[in-house]
């Protein structure tokens, strides 16, 4: 993943960032390698599955170290709401889809934070970048790549 030179991100995103760098440095790191030298000791590392898995989930793991420190040396903190009333970076904004029963709740965040299933979407997203801007009330076109639809804006908090 290549990080651009700024990274908005949400304290709070920050914070969780921050976490995950500690508990992979100190927790997970060390544990791998002990998985390694164990691995190494039963011999022949040509045919040597344990080694081989290890080394590999050691790779994964220092690459996404790298990608955390990348955030936090590059991050650009986003503040709340721009404007009260509209939506902005670090909104929580509440809507109704058309023709759909129940309200959607999604947290506008930088792209180093959103994880739609969890309820943060990315400014950068297709329903990020509809809600940029609108207040309450305003009806919003979504088009996504598998369609377009129509939400309601219910609350922005």
């Known amino acids: 993943m290549s990080i651009p030179n700024e990274v908005p991100i949400t304290p709070e995103g920050l914070e969780a960032v921050r976490r995950e760098h500690e ?3 100190t927790v997970q790191r060390p544990s791998i390698v002990a998985k390694i030298k164990a691995a190494r000791e039963l011999g022949d590392l040509s045919e040597n599955f344990e ?4 080394k590999n989930e050691q790779g994964m793991m220092e690459a996404r170290i790298r990608e955390l420190e990348a955030i936090i040396k590059n991050h650009v903190l986003i ?4 404007e009260k009333g509209v939506v902005g ?3 929580t904004v509440r809507f109704v889809e058309d023709g759909e029963e129940g309200e959607e709740s999604y947290r506008i965040v930088g792209t180093a934070e959103a994880d739609p299933a ?5 400014f950068e ?3 990020g970048k509809a809600l940029m801007g609108r207040r309450v009330g ?4 979504v088009t996504t790549p598998g369609g377009a639809y129509t939400v309601r804006i219910t609350a922005i908090e």
Request: proline share 4%; glycine share 8%.
């Open 89 to 91: 970076m670090g909104s």
């Open 51 to 54: 080694y081989h898995a290890a």
């Open 138 to 141: 305003d009806r919003v076109p």
């Open 125 to 127: 997203s297709a329903v």
């Open 118 to 122: 969890n309820g943060r979407v990315s």
């Open 23 to 25: 508990k992979l440095t």
């Open 79 to 82: 503040e709340a709401k721009t």
